[in-house]
């Protein structure tokens, strides 16, 4: 679902990639421009928090932000979904 809302430039004509890969770990949306990693987070990631945790900090030594999203905030609220990213992409 939010892959549809970012393919093709369609949000403000940002370029963002899916499924890019950062040394050994897959994002699930970059945006290389600004070195942002989007990770659309699901309920398998309440029960893996260090490993996140310690993904995250590898991510952030190399110059990478991660901006996290809950699958649950993209099912209530796009908009604010997509507000959030254009935010972090500023």
Request: charged share 35%.
């Amino acid at each position: 679902m939010l892959w549809e809302l970012l393919r093709n430039r369609k949000l403000a004509g940002y370029k963002i990639r899916r499924q890019h890969r950062i040394g050994r770990f897959i994002l699930d949306f970059y945006y290389t421009a600004k070195k942002l990693g989007i990770e659309l987070d699901g309920p398998i990631h309440d029960y893996q928090q260090d490993y996140d945790r310690a993904r995250d900090e590898w991510l952030s030594e190399n110059g990478i932000k991660i901006l996290r999203i809950k699958n649950e905030e993209l099912l209530i609220s796009k908009g604010k979904v997509l507000a959030k990213i254009i935010a972090a992409l500023k």
